[in-house]
Structure formats: structure tokens, C-alpha cells
């Protein structure tokens, strides 16, 4: 596992949300208090009371600049889509921007349409 990967690995509490541009809109993906855990290349994202939200598994590439991840959900709307995404992780803070499957790779952790960007904290 490369060095990034390793330290994913756990449960993530989001903090920040944007979705085409809005900050804090609806989110069709999660849910408030959600947690998602990360164990190898897998992650799983619930509610506190344990209802599945999404889950499915993740490519990372730590070795670029501007650090790259893809998203391949397993079930809901995105199922069988790969989310190509960049990444920021430091410390216990993990931030990610995601543009819809049919879109480019994000160059920078800035919404606009098209692009989901979350931001968690490690539990």
C-alpha cells in the first residue's frame, strides 16, 4: 500500500460539502453525521444509525503532483461510474474534488458544475 493509502485507512467524519458551486446543498450521497470508513481499497459510507449510504471501492495515485484518486461506486445512482477526483490529505484532514463521470479530473480543490467537493475529519 503507498503511504497515502495507508494513512486513509479509518473512519472519516465529513465537515464540508460543495456540489456545482453550492456550499452545504442537499446531499443526495450522504446524509448529516455520515461516517465513511476506509479499509483497504474500499469505503463505506453510513448514517449514525448504521443505514448504508454508498459504498464501493477507490484507485489512488499519491506518486503526482496534484494527487489523484478515482471513485467507482458499487451501489446507487454512480454505480458501475468511475468519479475521477484529485486529493489533499494532511494530518487527520482529508479533502477531495470529484467531477461527474462524464467530466474531466478536477486541476484544483475549486467547485463549479459538475464537481463534488468534500472535506472530513479523522474519528
Request: net charge negative; aromatic share 8%.
Amino acid at each position: 500500500m503507498s503511504n497515502d493509502l495507508d494513512r486513509l485507512q479509518g473512519r472519516w467524519a465529513q465537515v464540508a460539502f460543495e456540489e456545482n458551486g453550492l456550499v452545504d446543498p442537499p446531499d443526495s450521497h450522504g446524509a448529516d453525521s455520515a461516517v465513511t470508513t476506509i479499509s483497504g481499497q474500499s469505503f463505506h459510507v453510513e448514517t449514525p444509525e448504521g443505514e448504508t449510504l454508498i459504498e464501493g471501492r477507490f484507485t489512488l495515485d499519491d506518486a503526482e503532483n496534484a494527487k489523484s484518486i478515482d471513485w467507482m461506486d458499487s451501489i446507487g445512482e454512480d454505480a458501475g461510474k468511475t468519479l475521477p477526483a484529485i486529493y489533499r490529505l494532511a494530518d487527520d484532514r482529508f479533502e477531495f474534488a470529484a467531477a461527474d463521470a462524464d467530466r474531466a479530473r478536477p486541476e484544483g480543490c475549486h467547485g463549479g458544475q459538475g464537481i463534488a467537493i468534500r472535506g472530513f475529519i479523522r474519528l
